[in-house]
């Protein structure tokens, strides 16, 4: 009789083991959900607050930079490679045939922009004014 007390007791504190380490889970299992949703919450609310910056910048950005496609207080992009092709269009007329290169130099003097005089170049050639080499070495006025 005396061994089945002691089984029942060890069978009692074993499952009353079992029921405190049972507990000791459950509340390490808590204190990581509410960790994890604390961190859940705070990374949220920075995505928030970069998104709502990031958009605001924009915005803002967009205001303040000035169109070239418009003409508030600007040129368009087509008239100044209108404005470029005139200037091409007279330094040729002055100097007469020259290597593309020291055309493309020259212009560049005036504060354009690369591309723009090869736009221009473009521009009149596209409008029969001008003769290009087949290598497109040297340029020059198309007599008229």
Not at 53 to 71: H, Y
Not at 75 to 96: R, T, W
Not at 112 to 133: D, Q, T, Y
Request: charged letters at 35%; proline letters at 2%; a positive charge.
């Amino acid at each position: 009789m005396n061994d089945e007390k002691n089984e029942t007791k060890k069978e009692s504190s074993a499952e009353k083991k079992l029921i405190q380490a049972g507990q000791e889970v459950g509340k390490a299992i808590a204190r990581s959900t509410f960790k994890a949703e604390k961190t859940g919450k705070k990374i949220k609310k920075k995505v928030d607050e970069t998104v709502s910056r990031l958009s605001s910048t924009k915005k803002e950005a967009g205001k303040k930079i000035k169109s070239p496609f418009t003409d508030k207080g600007e040129f368009a992009v087509g008239e100044k490679i209108g404005f470029v092709a005139g200037e091409i269009y007279e330094h040729l007329s002055q100097q007469g045939e020259m290597a593309t290169e020291k055309l493309v130099s020259a212009i560049m003097k005036h504060k354009n922009s690369n591309p723009m005089v090869f736009c221009a170049i473009g521009w009149l050639a596209r409008e029969g004014k001008i003769n290009l080499s087949l290598d497109g070495a040297l340029i020059a006025i198309k007599p008229e």
